[in-house]
C-alpha cells in the first residue's frame, strides 16, 4: 500500500458560523427571520447539496413524530395524541422564503423536518460558502422540548427553532427527520439577534452583548433603547457551540450566581410558593456541583451557564438547559445537574446523539449520580446520604428488566427502539452501567483517568464510541473490544456464581466458579478466611492484561479465565473451615441478573 492510499485520513469536522436576525410578533406567536450560514468544508469530500432541519415541521398533525407516538405501545406521555389536536394557530412551521448560496438563489424540497438544497455548484474540499436564508415562522403550542405556554407557563421556550444546517462527517450526511430525538451539530459561533417587545426578559445559551442597552437583571446600569415598535433588540453571541436556545416570559425573575469556578451562573424562573424555595437554594448547591464536574469531567470553557425554566422536563443547550422548575428540591437538583453534566456529554465532546444516544446519556446518568452523590456528601441535599455505591439502584433496574428479557441492544439508533421504555433503559441505565463496569474492569483510578483523557483528546470534537474505548485501552493497558462489543451490540447477561468450596487432604481447599451467564466478565473476589479478607482479582484471557489497583485496593492477581470455560478452580492455601465467606464483587459494581449465588455461603432468605 502507497502511504497516500490511506484509506482513513486523519480526524476533520466541519466548521459553521451564524447571524441569525428575528423579528418577533408576540401575539401571533411568529417571527420572521434573516440568517447568514457560513460553512466551512473541512472534509476531503466534494459535497453536491447540504439539508437544513426544520424542527418545527414536526409539529403538524400527522408528521412522523404524531405517528410514531400514535403506534408505539408506550408513547411517551408529554406527546401523547397532543400533536394530532394541534389546530392552524398552534402548529409549528417554517415557511422558507429564500435560500442562497453565494448570492445565488437555490432549489430546494423540503420533506417535512429535512430541506434538501440543491446547490448552484459543488462545494470543493477545503471551500467556504456563505448561505442566506429568509424565512416566516410560527412556534407550536408546547408539546416537546420547545413551544409556546409549557404547562407551568413559560411564554417562549425556543429550542431546536432555527433551520439547522445538518451535520456531514465522516458517515455522511446525518438528515435524520425529526421524530422525537435527537441532535448532532457543527461547531461554530453564533450571533443571534432577537427583536421582541421590550416587556419580555430574553434568557439563553450565550452572552449578551449589549446589556447596557437591555437591562432586565444583565445589568443595573442601562438605557433601554426600546424603537418604535416597543421592541428591544437582544444581541447574544456563543463561541464554539453547536446549537443556540434561548427562551422568552415576561414574568421571569432573574438571578445570578458567581461560582467558585469563575463561571456565571444564571437564573430564570417564575417566582411563587412552588419555586422561591428551592430555587433560591439552586447557586450554592450548583456551585459545588460544577466544582466536582470539573474535577472529574475537565474544565468548563463558556464563561456563562443558564438555569432557565421551560420546556416539558430538562434538555440541554450550549451553556443553558430548559428545565421545568415546579419541583421539589432534590428533583431540581437532579435535573439540573443532569443537564449540567450534558455540558460535557454532547455540547463540548459533541457525539452524535441520534446513532450514539448512550455516549451522552449515558455518561450524564453516570456522573449525575456521582455528583449527586458527593453532594449527599457535603449534606447539600435533603432526605439523601452518601453511599459507597451511588449506582446500585440503577443497577437493580437494569437486572429486573433484562430478566423480563425487554432488552433492545443499546445501539439500537435512538428514534428506533420499540418501546420507549427500552430506549430509556438501554440509553440512561444499561449505558450508565457501561461505566459503573468499565471502572470495575479497568480499576477506579485507571477509569478516572480515562474520562479526563478523553476529554482533553476530544473536547469541542465529535468523538464516537471506539475513540472513548481507545483511550481507555491505552490508560489501563487491557484489551476492551469484547466488552464494548457484548454490551452495547448485544442483549447478552453476566451470571457468575460461587459453585463449590471443597477441602483437599494436604490442608487446602478448592474454590470453584461457574460462569452461568452469556457475556463475560472478570472476577474481583474477597475471601474472608477467619474474618480478614484476601482480594483476588481474576482477569479474562481476552483481556490481555489486568487492572492492578481499584479505589486503593491492591490484589492478589489470579491466573486468567477462558470465557470459553464456563468453570473456574482456584486453590486457595486455607482449610475450608477457615473460610468463613467467599464474595464476587463485593463493590456490587458488576451487574449479574442473578446475584444469589455470588455470596457463599448462601445468604439466607430472610422471612
Ligand atoms: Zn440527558
Known amino acids: 500500500m502507497r502511504a497516500d492510499d490511506n484509506p482513513r485520513p486523519a480526524y476533520w469536522q466541519q466548521q459553521v458560523r451564524y447571524l441569525i436576525e428575528v423579528d418577533f410578533d408576540v401575539e401571533k406567536h411568529r417571527f420572521t427571520g434573516k440568517q447568514e450560514v457560513m460553512f466551512i468544508n473541512n472534509s476531503p469530500d466534494r459535497l453536491d447539496r447540504v439539508y437544513f432541519h426544520l424542527y418545527y415541521n414536526a409539529f403538524q398533525p400527522n408528521s412522523m413524530m404524531d405517528q410514531r407516538s400514535a403506534h408505539i405501545a408506550d408513547p411517551d406521555s408529554r406527546v401523547g395524541n397532543r400533536i394530532s389536536r394541534l389546530r392552524p394557530n398552534e402548529v409549528g412551521y417554517h415557511n422558507i422564503n429564500l435560500i442562497k448560496m453565494d448570492g445565488v438563489e437555490c432549489e430546494f424540497e423540503i420533506t417535512e423536518t429535512i430541506m434538501d438544497v440543491f446547490i448552484p455548484f459543488f462545494i470543493e474540499p477545503g471551500d467556504t460558502v456563505n448561505f442566506y436564508l429568509e424565512y416566516e415562522s410560527q412556534v407550536p403550542l408546547q408539546i416537546r422540548r420547545t413551544g409556546r ?40 459561533d453564533f450571533d443571534v439577534i432577537i427583536n421582541i417587545d421590550s416587556s419580555y426578559t430574553v434568557a439563553a445559551g450565550g452572552v449578551l452583548q449589549n446589556p447596557e442597552e437591555i437591562g432586565h437583571g444583565y445589568t443595573d446600569e442601562y438605557e433601554a433603547k426600546v424603537d418604535e ?14 446549537d443556540f436556545a434561548w427562551a422568552a416570559d415576561t414574568g421571569y425573575t432573574h438571578t445570578t450566581h458567581m461560582s467558585e469556578q469563575g463561571t456565571l451562573f444564571r437564573f430564570f424562573y417564575l417566582s411563587n410558593e412552588r419555586t422561591d424555595h428551592n430555587w433560591g437554594l439552586l447557586p450554592g448547591i450548583l456551585d459545588s456541583a460544577l466544582t466536582y464536574l470539573v474535577a472529574r469531567c475537565g474544565d468548563y470553557p463558556y464563561p456563562e451557564f443558564s438555569v432557565i425554566q421551560g420546556g416539558d422536563g430538562g434538555m440541554e443547550y450550549p451553556m443553558a438547559t430548559l428545565i421545568t422548575g415546579e419541583r421539589p428540591l432534590l428533583s431540581l437538583v437532579g435535573v439540573t445537574v443532569h443537564e449540567l453534566a450534558h455540558m460535557w456529554y454532547y455540547l463540548i465532546l459533541a457525539t452524535n446523539e441520534s446513532i450514539y444516544p448512550y455516549m451522552d446519556e449515558g455518561f450524564t446518568t453516570y456522573i449525575t449520580e456521582e455528583t449527586l452523590n458527593y453532594l449527599a456528601g457535603k449534606n447539600l441535599l435533603p432526605r439523601r446520604e452518601y453511599t459507597s455505591n451511588p449506582h446500585a439502584a440503577r443497577i437493580a433496574s437494569y437486572v429486573n428488566f433484562a430478566r423480563e428479557g425487554r432488552e433492545e441492544p443499546m445501539s439500537t439508533f435512538a428514534d428506533h427502539y420499540i418501546t420507549n421504555a427500552a430506549y430509556w433503559m438501554a440509553t440512561y441505565t444499561k449505558a450508565s452501567i457501561m461505566l459503573v463496569q468499565l471502572s470495575y474492569i479497568i480499576g477506579q483510578e485507571a477509569f ?125 492455601p486455607f482449610p475450608v473451615e477457615e473460610i468463613s465467606r467467599v464474595v464476587i464483587d463485593e463493590t456490587g459494581r458488576l451487574a449479574d441478573v442473578n446475584p444469589v449465588d455470588n455470596v457463599y455461603p448462601r445468604e439466607r432468605e430472610s422471612d
Open 149 to 188: 405556554d409549557s404547562e407551568e407557563g413559560i411564554a417562549y421556550s425556543m429550542a431546536q427553532w432555527y433551520p439547522k444546517l445538518a451535520q456531514y462527517d465522516d458517515q455522511g450526511w446525518h438528515a435524520h427527520p425529526y421524530v422525537g430525538r435527537e441532535f448532532y451539530g457543527i461547531f461554530g
Open 229 to 242: 415598535n416597543g421592541k428591544l433588540s437582544w444581541f447574544f453571541r456563543a463561541e464554539n457551540v453547536h
Open 448 to 572: 478516572d483517568q480515562t474520562l479526563l483523557e478523553f476529554y482533553d483528546t476530544w473536547k469541542f470534537k465529535h468523538p464516537r464510541p471506539d475513540d472513548f474505548f481507545r483511550i481507555a485501552e491505552k490508560v489501563s493497558g487491557i484489551d476492551l473490544k469484547w466488552y464494548q462489543n457484548q454490551w452495547i451490540h448485544t442483549t447478552n447477561t453476566i451470571d457468575y456464581g460461587v459453585d463449590t468450596i471443597i477441602g483437599n487432604p494436604d490442608g487446602s481447599s478448592s474454590l470453584i466458579l461457574v460462569n452461568n451467564g452469556t457475556m463475560p466478565m472478570p472476577i474481583d473476589l474477597t475471601v474472608y478466611v477467619e474474618g480478614s479478607p484476601y482480594y483476588l482479582h481474576i482477569p479474562l484471557v481476552i483481556m490481555h492484561g489486568r487492572k492492578q489497583i481499584d479505589d486503593g485496593l491492591e490484589f492478589m492477581q489470579m491466573e486468567p479465565w477462558a470465557w470459553t470455560n464456563p468453570m473456574y478452580e482456584l486453590h486457595l
